[in-house]
């Protein structure tokens, strides 16, 4: 079958390919409620335990008002460390279960029916989640190697980039190597973004061979698969900054907790469709250049099977 011609969008479009695909994600909210839900539950086991301690600490003295649980979690450390809710084991379950909806959240960005329906979805993402293992493995790998090889970048420096006795060389060599340091990661995220939806959508196994088909995509449409990044992680910044500066806003007005709390699940919620929509957006400009979502076949396959009345 022969290849289909690239169907990839100019400046533009590639810049709002990013928005249109999280709009996408928010309509299907059956699919982004489970997702909202599990992080929210799981984030219940966190703060309940720390709005207890902050309860009993803090919003009985005379000074509190009654706010004291709005402060920070280092404050809670701080007053009650028995009470530090453990950030790495939520953290480690948090990655387990977004490994797991990666699978499902790739159809959602090609039109197959997989990712319409909240059953075809725990499907995918069940089938698919050793190959979003699989992927994050390469990943972790690959940012070991980017940090080593930036550790030894180190050892090439003149010696006052990399010796005391001038403070504005030092302060530019560990700002150089922060910056190249998270250019990396997040090339190497969105990269394995990337290789799932390959993955997934030619129904392979090797996950190395999907990064390297991933990095020749880059390579050929670099523009395009960076705009459309862009455009993606632009939505969750101005989300992000908004829903800060409402929070702001309404502890200098001392408003009560519902609209701190409201505006802070709206943002939780956009950022969950912004992290759905990173891999979704990824099988989208596959089946953009390749031309092959799952549903060509099957839709096809009875149409040559039915042969013309003679």
């Known amino acids: 079958m022969s290849q289909q011609r690239s169907r990839l969008p100019g400046f533009f479009g590639s810049l709002v390919l990013g928005p249109t695909t999280i709009g996408r994600i928010f309509r299907r909210p059956s699919i982004l409620a489970l997702v909202y839900g599990a992080f929210f539950f799981l984030s219940l086991f966190q703060v ?8 009993a600490n803090l919003d009985v003295t005379p000074l509190s008002g009654g706010r004291g649980g709005r402060l920070l979690l280092e404050e809670l450390v701080r007053i009650h460390p028995d009470a530090d809710p453990s950030i790495v084991f939520t953290g480690i379950i948090s990655l387990v279960l977004m490994m797991f909806f990666a699978g499902g959240a790739v159809m959602m960005g090609t039109e197959d029916p997989a990712g319409r329906k909240i059953s075809s979805f725990l499907c995918s993402a069940g089938t698919n989640f050793f190959r979003s293992f699989r992927t994050f493995l390469v990943f972790l790998v690959l940012l070991i190697f980017w940090t080593f090889l930036l550790g030894r970048v180190v050892t090439w420096l003149p010696p006052a980039f990399s010796r005391g006795g001038n403070e504005t060389a030092l302060f530019r060599r560990e700002l ?8 990396g990661f997040f090339l190497l995220l969105y990269l394995r ?6 993955i997934v959508l030619t129904d392979k196994r090797s996950a190395i061979l999907a990064y390297f ?13 960076l705009l459309s990044c862009f ?23 001392e408003a009560s907790a519902l609209p701190i709390f409201v505006t802070g699940q709206m943002v939780f919620l956009t950022l969950q469709a912004s992290l759905l929509g990173s891999f979704a957006l990824a099988a989208r400009l596959w089946e953009l250049d390749r031309g092959f979502p799952p549903q060509e076949e099957t839709s096809s396959s009875p149409q040559s ?6």
Do not use: K, M, N
């Open 48 to 55: 309940f335990p720390a709005w207890q301690v902050l309860h």
């Open 213 to 225: 088909s991933s990095i020749w995509f880059l390579l050929r449409h670099p523009l395009v698969l």
């Open 193 to 198: 973004r990337l290789a799932l939806a390959r």
């Open 305 to 310: 099977s039915v042969s013309p009345h003679s």
């Open 176 to 183: 150089g190597l922060s910056v190249f340091w998270f250019l």
């Open 231 to 253: 455009g993606l992680c632009l939505v969750g910044t101005i989300v992000l900054l908004g829903g800060a500066f409402l929070v702001q806003r309404f502890e200098a007005a």
